[in-house]
């Protein structure tokens, strides 16, 4: 019977991405219900110093492919090495990063074992209710107390819809970064490491690598942010971004951005956030000049407290938001950076 | 070369509105547009052909209706144009169309597809690498430039969230492309014109069956299965502030940040 909650863990550059560690995390809520272990499947060359990290965040067990072929993330090599290893331990679930690393290895993974993949998922769970079990029995699953429930954005985030995958294995998902949260880390846990061997062979490496580059620029990694404040079409220009950065300076944020900046050349494209920019789960995501279209709202509704402000009272990220002040933000912002000075001076003194 | 681009017809987003009784998508009176990643595929079909010589064939699977999206393409400049249109088709996730066009394309041959990376409704961007994987073709996916093409094989820049590579591909290979791959012409007066005198081929369920995992097509045989769709639950509602002195928003603001530990 197919069991284990597999994860395969994102590397790059030889160092282990949040978005597995998240995924593990999930995986490990996952099994308060399917009770089976959560195994962590992790890819590459010289790697095995990364393995304690991924015990410390919740995995039971690590699959280790320690391969030169797996050095860089080549398609091909990377396909064979996951359908390997579904071959031999059978899972009963497998989640990936839907990064441009995940999204290209899953859908061919799942093509060719024969099962189905559900993209850019931003909700799981296992099915429970008896109207789930009930439709997971009628669609084909013989074991609908082991089914997934896998819940994503269409349409822009218009709708959302739950899929399941009744009737092949593993159950497979991709999960976007920043989405799941890691649990805390426990230096003392620890698990079994499996090295697993592949047999590669020269024809699977299928295309040749000329270049392998890691960008110079210091990207903004927006999905770590704790504290991000926002600016929208309503600053007015790019030199709106100013009052912005200001205020994200005084709270120690980064600053985020909507599509209508970037798009306008305001602002870089790494600092945007939504359905076609970052998922953003910050303790406080400030929202400044921004409407709200459905689009943004989906990159940055799950933070923990959202504040809008806003000259249109009937601007839909007031529907989001936790307090919505309606007023001119160009007053409203450069006072706020001071008191937020003032207050951590006062703070830092006493 | 013989280019193949395989283009969706999606509803423009931007503008799909939701039925506040129904909860479900309005679809009358929004528009239909190729997908921008595929347009931006197209482009590139037409740029190499320009190089190379050759052939762009556009392919579309959807019902008869995506006639519309393959005119367009075939305005551009597009050779020749393929619907993949049966009943049988309707309702398939991604699993089960990659196949049914993948056997389209067996019928139809091919020395390089192009596909876009995604598609803006399902935005899941397994159809590209799923074809290859079914025709047993490399792939290079979120590819950006096409730095040189030859019959015999393309170097292409591969986009990563943190950097590139610069990868060598033998045709036959299958690429998704990103926005930043090309600019999309618009459609000319006589291509127009032509595009409506030329005939648009339909693959239906009898020519591709020969090539179809029967089981794995249409609704029935897809893997995965919508459980339920349903419109975003709102959240509770927050407080809104109106008509204060930036000094008094001010203050609101502190005090919802000290109150939950932000600063």
């Given at each position: 019977?197919?069991?284990?909650?597999?994860?395969?863990?994102?590397?790059?550059?030889?160092?282990?991405?949040?978005?597995?560690?998240?995924?593990?995390?999930?995986?490990?809520?996952?099994?308060?219900?399917?009770?089976?272990?959560?195994?962590?499947?992790?890819?590459?060359?010289?790697?095995?110093?990364?393995?304690?990290?991924?015990?410390?965040?919740?995995?039971?067990?690590?699959?280790?492919?320690?391969?030169?072929?797996?050095?860089?993330?080549?398609?091909?090599?990377?396909?064979?090495?996951?359908?390997?290893?579904?071959?031999?331990?059978?899972?009963?679930?497998?989640?990936?990063?839907?990064?441009?690393?995940?999204?290209?290895?899953?859908?061919?993974?799942?093509?060719?074992?024969?099962?189905?993949?559900?993209?850019?998922?931003?909700?799981?769970?296992?099915?429970?209710?008896?109207?789930?079990?009930?439709?997971?029995?009628?669609?084909?699953?013989?074991?609908?107390?082991?089914?997934?429930?896998?819940?994503?954005?269409?349409?822009?985030?218009?709708?959302?819809?739950?899929?399941?995958?009744?009737?092949?294995?593993?159950?497979?998902?991709?999960?976007?970064?920043?989405?799941?949260?890691?649990?805390?880390?426990?230096?003392?846990?620890?698990?079994?490491?499996?090295?697993?061997?592949?047999?590669?062979?020269?024809?699977?490496?299928?295309?040749?690598?000329?270049?392998?580059?890691?960008?110079?620029?210091?990207?903004v990694?927006l999905?770590e942010a704790k504290l991000i404040v926002?600016?929208?079409?309503?600053?007015?220009?790019?030199?709106?971004?100013?009052?912005i950065r200001d205020v994200a300076d005084a709270l120690g944020a980064e600053v985020g951005?909507?599509?209508?900046?970037?798009?306008?050349?305001?602002?870089?494209?790494?600092?945007?956030?939504?359905?076609?920019?970052?998922?953003?789960?910050p303790d406080l995501?400030m929202?400044?000049?921004?409407?709200?279209?459905?689009?943004?709202?989906?990159?940055?509704?799950?933070?923990?407290?959202?504040?809008?402000?806003?000259?249109?009272?009937?601007?839909?990220?007031?529907?989001?938001?936790?307090?919505?002040?309606?007023?001119?933000?160009?007053?409203?912002?450069?006072?706020l950076a001071?008191?937020v000075r003032?207050y951590k001076a006062?703070k830092a003194?006493? | 070369?013989?280019?193949?681009?395989?283009?969706?017809?999606?509803?423009?987003?931007?503008?799909?509105?939701?039925?506040?009784?129904?909860?479900?998508?309005?679809?009358?009176?929004?528009?239909?547009?190729?997908?921008?990643?595929?347009?931006?595929?197209?482009?590139?079909?037409?740029?190499?052909?320009?190089?190379?010589?050759?052939?762009?064939?556009?392919?579309?699977?959807?019902?008869?209706?995506?006639?519309?999206?393959?005119?367009?393409?075939?305005?551009?400049?597009?050779?020749?144009?393929?619907?993949?249109?049966?009943?049988?088709?309707?309702?398939?996730?991604?699993?089960?169309?990659?196949?049914?066009?993948?056997?389209?394309?067996?019928?139809?041959?091919?020395?390089?597809?192009?596909?876009?990376?995604?598609?803006?409704?399902?935005?899941?961007?397994?159809?590209?690498?799923?074809?290859?994987?079914?025709?047993?073709?490399?792939?290079?996916?979120?590819?950006?430039?096409?730095?040189?093409?030859?019959?015999?094989?393309?170097?292409?820049?591969?986009?990563?969230?943190?950097?590139?590579?610069?990868?060598?591909?033998?045709?036959?290979?299958?690429?998704?492309?990103?926005?930043?791959?090309?600019?999309?012409?618009?459609?000319?007066?006589?291509?127009?014109?032509?595009?409506?005198?030329?005939?648009?081929?339909?693959?239906?369920?009898?020519?591709?069956?020969?090539?179809?995992?029967?089981?794995?097509?249409?609704?029935?045989?897809?893997?995965?299965?919508?459980?339920?769709?349903?419109?975003?639950?709102?959240?509770?509602?927050?407080?809104?502030?109106?008509?204060?002195?930036?000094?008094?928003?001010?203050?609101?603001?502190?005090?919802?940040l000290?109150?939950?530990f932000i600063i």
């Amino acid at each position: 019977m197919s069991k284990g909650i597999f994860v395969v863990m994102e590397q790059r550059y030889g160092k282990v991405q949040n978005v597995g560690l998240e995924l593990v995390g999930e995986a490990t809520r996952l099994k308060e219900d399917l009770k089976d272990d959560v195994v962590a499947v992790l890819l590459g060359h010289n790697i095995e110093g990364e393995v304690a990290k991924i015990f410390h965040y919740g995995a039971d067990k690590v699959i280790l492919v320690d391969d030169p072929m797996l050095e860089n993330y080549v398609t091909e090599p990377y396909t064979k090495a996951v359908t390997e290893v579904i071959k031999a331990f059978d899972p009963e679930i497998m989640l990936f990063g839907a990064s441009s690393i995940g999204r290209d290895v899953a859908p061919r993974v799942a093509s060719r074992v024969k099962t189905g993949l559900v993209a850019d998922t931003t909700g799981l769970r296992m099915a429970k209710t008896e109207a789930e079990l009930a439709k997971e029995a009628e669609m084909g699953n013989a074991t609908p107390e082991r089914a997934l429930l896998m819940t994503r954005p269409a349409f822009g985030g218009n709708i959302m819809a739950t899929l399941m995958c009744p009737r092949t294995k593993p159950q497979m998902a991709t999960v976007r970064p920043g989405v799941m949260k890691m649990i805390a880390k426990d230096e003392t846990r620890t698990g079994e490491l499996v090295k697993f061997d592949v047999n590669f062979t020269a024809e699977d490496m299928n295309v040749e690598i000329l270049e392998a580059v890691k960008s110079d620029k210091k990207s903004v990694d927006l999905t770590e942010a704790k504290l991000i404040v926002s600016g929208g079409r309503g600053i007015g220009g790019p030199q709106g971004f100013d009052i912005i950065r200001d205020v994200a300076d005084a709270l120690g944020a980064e600053v985020g951005s909507s599509r209508a900046c970037v798009d306008a050349g305001w602002i870089e494209k790494d600092r945007q956030v939504g359905q076609t920019g970052k998922t953003v789960r910050p303790d406080l995501y400030m929202a400044c000049g921004i409407s709200g279209a459905i689009q943004h709202v989906a990159g940055m509704e799950n933070s923990e407290l959202i504040i809008a402000i806003n000259k249109n009272e009937s601007a839909p990220i007031f529907e989001v938001a936790d307090l919505g002040i309606v007023g001119d933000l160009k007053q409203i912002l450069p006072k706020l950076a001071e008191a937020v000075r003032k207050y951590k001076a006062a703070k830092a003194n006493s | 070369m013989k280019i193949v681009v395989c283009i969706k017809q999606v509803p423009d987003t931007v503008e799909v509105k939701i039925d506040p009784k129904t909860g479900t998508l309005i679809r009358d009176g929004v528009p239909s547009i190729i997908n921008h990643d595929d347009k931006t595929g197209i482009e590139a079909a037409l740029q190499l052909r320009e190089q190379l010589g050759g052939t762009v064939t556009v392919v579309s699977m959807g019902p008869p209706q995506a006639d519309v999206a393959l005119r367009e393409a075939l305005a551009m400049g597009c050779d020749e144009a393929y619907l993949v249109s049966a009943r049988e088709f309707g309702g398939s996730d991604t699993y089960a169309t990659s196949g049914i066009i993948a056997a389209a394309l067996k019928n139809i041959g091919y020395d390089l597809i192009i596909t876009g990376r995604q598609a803006i409704d399902g935005d899941t961007a397994q159809v590209g690498p799923q074809i290859a994987e079914k025709l047993h073709l490399p792939q290079v996916s979120y590819v950006e430039e096409v730095k040189e093409a030859t019959a015999d094989y393309v170097v292409v820049k591969r986009q990563y969230e943190d950097g590139y590579h610069i990868i060598k591909i033998k045709t036959p290979c299958l690429l998704t492309a990103i926005a930043e791959l090309a600019t999309p012409r618009y459609m000319s007066v006589r291509g127009i014109v032509e595009a409506y005198e030329k005939e648009i081929k339909v693959l239906g369920f009898e020519e591709l069956k020969n090539d179809l995992e029967l089981d794995m097509i249409g609704l029935k045989g897809s893997p995965t299965n919508v459980y339920q769709s349903f419109t975003k639950e709102v959240k509770g509602a927050g407080t809104i502030l109106e008509g204060l002195s930036a000094d008094e928003a001010v203050k609101a603001i502190m005090d919802k940040l000290e109150a939950k530990f932000i600063i």
